[in-house]
C-alpha cells in the first residue's frame, strides 16, 4: 500500500481525490482500459482483503451505481 498527501499531485487529481471523499469512485484508464481506481477511503479498507478478481467486481458493481457525469 501507498500514500500520498494530496498537496504532492497534480490539481486534476486533486479533484478526482475530493469527489472519491464525496463517494464518488473514479477509474483510470489508457486507450479504455481500467488501469486502476480512486475510491472512498471506506471502500479502500473493504477492498484491502479482497482477492484482485472480487476488488474488480466490486468495484464494477459501485462505478454502477454512480450518476453519470
Known amino acids: 500500500m501507498r500514500e500520498i498527501p494530496v498537496e504532492e499531485v497534480p490539481e486534476e ?4 481525490a475530493e469527489a472519491a471523499a464525496r463517494g464518488e469512485v473514479v477509474y483510470l484508464t489508457r486507450d479504455g482500459e481500467r488501469l486502476a481506481a480512486i475510491v472512498p477511503p471506506g471502500y479502500a479498507i473493504e477492498l484491502e482483503d479482497l482477492s484482485p478478481d472480487e476488488v474488480l467486481e466490486l468495484l464494477d458493481e459501485m462505478a454502477a451505481d454512480q450518476p453519470e457525469g
Open 13 to 16: 487529481i486533486a479533484a478526482v
